[in-house]
């Protein structure tokens, strides 16, 4: 028998900190998840339209990943990096061929947070130097430095920003040129305050809308760097493993990193973190270096299981194909309703911006959210007015599947007609 949403509310509110909260006025209690499907405590079918904020690409509990885990398990659990086993290093090898790029050398860890501070570290190492620059409305992560480094404020606990921490905004240009005010702002920037290490980004911002950077800004960003001798950070904590379409987001924009940052969706659920750097960057770090359960065989195990799903399914070409598809019928929906701002994104990660042209209609999503919610669909909302629906399925959903939402959504698109009449 399990407790009911009350008791585990209640429960909730009398052991655990208040910043942890959940969606939904009546939200239900998931007890089960089967590929791309969530299942609660009455039993009721629900499309993940979430994928727990992107981790499970690859679809809950799903077979192909789960079984050499539970090997994994019985044969062996942890030992931390000091003694030799041959998962880890297994995962770096295929980690490194699957990303396709410079970057030789990786380090793993436990989390996205850590991971981002672990690329941070490293850039330091690198270029003697101690500041950062980020971009309004990214998200980087829960610990101190990566929380700083967040550009959005309800994610930004801590309220003082340390002194070596600087923001750009976002771009506003649709195609980006070296005289763009985008870029010159950078330079600016860099000049300003001097003494920059790395320039820290996600090629699209997850919680900050889904942002999408315009064509030719990470070109001439990356030249620009490259001439101050700034090192560039993606995080693709949230864009990578084939959900943007592609292996990884930065392969949309032609420029490759100088470290690259990955998590979530490289465990399928279980706790894995990584930052991987070129071969001249990675032999900067030789003080030693431990993360006592990052990497370790069960998580690595997972990895590994996920890359031969990924390459077994061809997950990146059935995500730009159905992503598309998904796409398209979005915009269907906002030339025909005039409060759908704007529909944005790649593969299957998208945003519908609800805007009444002046005022983000951040109730009107919340209501979306419960419609969707009560008919089998749990889906997310991002953005600084928490006004942008954002739909990050598992990539094994289908096409009936999208059309089964589609369905749905304009249901919900037009209740919020009617209340607004």
């Not at 942890?78 to 790029?101: C, D, M, N």
């Not at 003080?287 to 077994?312: E, F, H, M």
């Not at 005022?359 to 006004?387: C, M, S």
Request: charged share 20%.
């Amino acid at each position: 028998m399990y407790k009911n949403a009350d008791e585990i509310i209640a429960m909730k509110k009398e052991h655990m900190l208040p910043c942890l909260y959940h969606f939904y006025k009546n939200p239900p209690v998931i007890v089960k998840g089967s590929m791309q499907y969530l299942f609660d405590s009455a039993g009721k079918q629900y499309l993940d339209c979430y994928s727990g904020v992107t981790v499970l690409n690859c679809g809950h509990c799903n077979p192909e990943i789960i079984e050499p885990v539970i090997e994994q398990i019985y044969t062996l659990q942890h030992t931390t990096t000091i003694y030799l086993t041959e998962p880890i290093v297994t995962l770096a090898q295929r980690l490194i061929s699957f990303i396709g790029a410079s970057l030789k050398k990786v380090f793993f860890v436990n989390s996205g947070s850590e991971a981002n501070e672990g690329a941070l570290l490293l850039a330091k190492l690198y270029t003697g130097k101690t500041g950062f620059i980020a971009v309004t409305g990214g998200l980087h992560g829960r610990t101190s430095l990566t929380m700083n480094l967040t550009g959005l404020d309800m994610w930004r606990t801590d309220p003082d920003i340390r002194d070596n921490v600087h923001f750009v905004p976002r771009p506003t240009c649709t195609s980006c040129s070296d005289t763009c005010d985008c870029i010159k702002t950078v330079e600016e920037t860099i000049v300003r305050h001097g003494n920059i290490a790395a320039f820290i980004v996600e090629p699209i911002q997850g919680n900050g809308g889904i942002f999408m950077f315009p064509d030719g800004y990470f070109y001439h960003l990356k030249k620009l760097l490259d001439k101050h001798n700034i090192l560039l950070i993606f995080d693709e904590v949230q864009t990578g493993f084939c959900r943007t379409g592609k292996r990884f987001g930065f392969k949309h924009y032609g420029v490759e990193p100088d470290i690259l940052v990955m998590a979530k969706a490289l465990g399928s659920g279980f706790p894995i973190g990584a930052f991987s750097s070129t071969d001249k960057i990675a032999q900067c770090y030789t003080r030693p270096g431990a993360s006592t359960t990052g990497g370790n065989p069960v998580s690595a195990r997972a990895g590994i299981a996920v890359l031969d799903y990924i390459l077994k399914h061809k997950l990146d070409q059935k995500c730009a194909e159905l992503g598309q598809y998904f796409k398209e019928r979005l915009i269907g929906f906002q030339q025909k309703y005039s409060y759908i701002a704007e529909v944005r994104g790649a593969g299957l990660m998208l945003g519908v911006e609800l805007n009444d042209g002046t005022t983000p209609l951040t109730a009107e999503t919340d209501r979306l959210l419960e419609g969707l919610k009560d008919k089998g669909f749990l889906a997310g909302k991002t953005g600084a007015g928490r006004n942008v629906l954002t739909f990050m399925p598992p990539l094994v959903v289908t096409k009936t599947d999208i059309d089964n939402l589609c369905t749905a959504l304009e249901q919900e698109f037009d209740s919020i007609c009617t209340v607004s009449a």
